[in-house]
């Protein structure tokens, strides 16, 4: 079974923070996704990758990039947390075909 | 008004009860339609996936997408309590690894022992 691997499941930080939440799939996958859930909102996309050193914004950028250094790899980064931030951060991955293979989330607090 | 729209719940039934979960999305240029089930302080998981118009059945579980109405529902037959989870629709225009879902916000449903 794919396995995607999210670093942290709680995190806690300051307003103006640089944050990195680190995403790693052990299954060769070339697509990699970034999403935020809140209630009421669903599933909101915030990038995604199809290759290394690729990226692509998805409907909610503002605010964080990405980094894709190894194919296994998809690194969100949070430039100055701010509290709107707040959220469930989930990471995919997916082959050429299927559908996702999620993450088990991290829930980032910003005070 | 929203790509997809999916009845947030809960939905609460007894255990042994046929549940059905729907959503209807608007852009008819969907094709692959998927359910995610989702437990609590979990990442989703993929219980099914579609394509195009037509039913797929997987043990209790039963996805029908109905493209002429926009609309596509899962069944769950003799619902047992370890369904309760929040069950999420999703959707993609095509079949490549350059794309990505887009995501109902998710139906949560009880079941009662």
């Known amino acids: 079974d794919v396995k995607v691997t999210q670093s942290s499941r709680y995190l806690v930080k300051r307003t103006g923070e640089k944050v990195f939440l680190e995403c790693v799939q052990d299954m060769d996958h070339e697509n990699m996704f970034w999403y935020r859930q809140d209630p009421g909102l669903g599933l909101r996309l915030i990038y995604f990758s199809y290759d290394v050193k690729m990226k692509e914004k998805g409907d909610i950028p503002e605010g964080y990039s990405v980094s894709r250094e190894k194919k296994e790899r998809f690194s969100l980064i949070l430039e100055s947390a701010s509290t709107n931030q707040t959220s469930m951060y989930l990471c995919?991955?997916?082959?050429?075909?299927?559908?996702?293979?999620f993450g088990s989330g991290t829930r980032l607090t910003v005070v | 008004q929203k790509e997809v729209e999916q009845d947030p719940g809960p939905l609460s039934v007894p255990e042994g009860a046929i549940v059905s979960l729907n959503c209807t999305y608007s852009?008819?240029?969907?094709?692959?339609f998927m359910w995610y089930r989702q437990y609590s302080r979990k990442g989703p998981e993929l219980l099914m996936y579609?394509?195009?118009?037509g039913n797929k059945e997987d043990g209790r579980f039963t996805a029908q997408v109905d493209k002429s109405s926009k609309y596509i529902s899962l069944f769950i037959r003799d619902s047992q309590p370890s369904d309760s989870a929040t069950y999420l629709c999703a959707m993609s225009f095509m079949d490549t690894g350059r794309r990505a879902l887009t995501f109902g916000s998710g139906t949560r449903l009880q079941v009662q022992p």
């Open positions: 579609t394509y195009s118009s």
């Open positions: 852009n008819s240029a969907f094709q692959y």
């Open positions: 995919a991955s997916s082959q050429n075909y299927g559908g996702y293979t």
